[in-house]
């Protein structure tokens, strides 16, 4: 096992994997670390992970590793599927132990970015266990890209082909922006109206920063009559593009910016080369269920999916979130606050 924080190194081991998932990303580290996160890699002979690592209420150390480990398709479902359970599911376990022991590390959140075939699996890989709580969205919908565009546009809904169209005719326009701060203003009237939390201006402009000079990212506004109406911030790596954060006000709701902004950061994404759209993020239920329900439910992400299913892509599902134990006494505790602050263990 190698163990570094150089970057360098990081990105020589990525070489080999060119389309790995963006939050394993040396630049995603990079962001991660303005705001109180440390970031650590760890390289064996057939797996690496960037691991994120955060004191948590000042009492303890936990670690994520968001959508790695990193490595060859075929170890990652072994590893999943429980098939190899003598080559690197113990590899695994045995280098993330001697990491907690190390850094002083409680328990380590893994998700991984592997997409399940058929139903969500109730078991876990070796020496971890399934966790409710999930940092990174759980379900998505993925739209392929490596078509023409009418293609892609022939796969769409009828009426959200009809509201592209329909926001080009009202004279909506779509232009790239450096405007951070305009983007935030959107978002916090958007968080406020549609219920949800958002980051800071200075989370969006690092993140924009650090991913706009490596070329990977772009901020597009959507303007009627001469003033911004809409905001979407996409980012790309390998041949996934990835529909993080958008922000839409009340004004004009009338003439469907929206949906012309998305589609025009589909055509900038096929541009640099991307196959899959990811959409990012749908309440964590079978289609049948998220069909039969979309119309009546208005509560968390219900108005997303509404939006995001008349794009014409697949719903899919990860692995899930799981957690390896170094300190079980501690992670009881953890569940415990998690519980009294109402959320999911």
């Not at 890699?41 to 790695?68: C, E, M, S, T």
């Not at 996409?234 to 998305?262: K, T």
Request: glycine content about 8%.
């Amino acid at each position: 096992m190698k163990f570094f924080k150089n970057y360098l190194h990081w990105d020589q081991y990525l070489s080999k994997f060119p389309n790995v998932h963006l939050l394993q990303t040396s630049a995603w580290g990079k962001f991660k670390q303005c705001f109180g996160w440390d970031v650590c890699h760890l390289v064996n002979h057939d797996w690496g992970a960037q691991i994120l690592v955060k004191q948590f209420l000042k009492i303890f150390r936990f670690a994520y590793i968001p959508k790695g480990p990193v490595g060859s398709e075929e170890s990652l479902k072994q590893w999943i599927n429980q098939t190899d359970i003598d080559g690197f599911s113990l590899s695994l376990i045995d280098q993330i132990r001697l990491f907690c022991q190390e850094k002083g590390i409680a328990f380590v959140k893994i998700e991984p970015d592997i997409l399940l075939e058929g139903k969500v699996r109730e078991d876990c890989p070796l020496g971890f266990v399934t966790s409710q709580h999930s940092i990174q969205p759980l379900r998505t919908i993925l739209i392929d890209i490596s078509c023409g565009e009418n293609e892609i546009l022939a796969r769409m809904k009828q009426k959200t082909r009809y509201n592209i169209r329909l926001a080009e005719r009202k004279g909506v326009k779509v232009k790239p922006s450096e405007d951070v701060e305009l983007f935030y203003k959107m978002m916090l009237w958007t968080g406020k109206r549609d219920r949800f939390g958002i980051h800071s201006l200075k989370y969006y402009e690092q993140v924009y920063r650090i991913f706009k000079e490596r070329g990977e990212c772009e901020l597009f506004i959507a303007l009627f009559e001469g003033k911004p109406i809409a905001g979407l911030m996409v980012f790309v790596h390998g041949h996934r593009a990835y529909y993080f954060y958008g922000a839409s006000l009340d004004e004009h709701r009338e003439v469907m910016a929206p949906y012309l902004l998305q589609w025009q950061a589909i055509l900038w994404a096929k541009e640099q080369g991307c196959t899959v759209y990811d959409l990012w993020g749908v309440p964590d239920y079978d289609e049948d269920f998220l069909e039969q329900q979309f119309e009546r439910r208005k509560d968390g992400l219900w108005g997303v999916y509404r939006f995001k299913r008349g794009f014409g892509g697949t719903l899919v599902r990860y692995a899930g979130a799981y957690d390896y134990i170094a300190s079980p006494l501690i992670y009881s505790l953890y569940r415990l606050y998690r519980r009294q602050t109402g959320a999911q263990s």
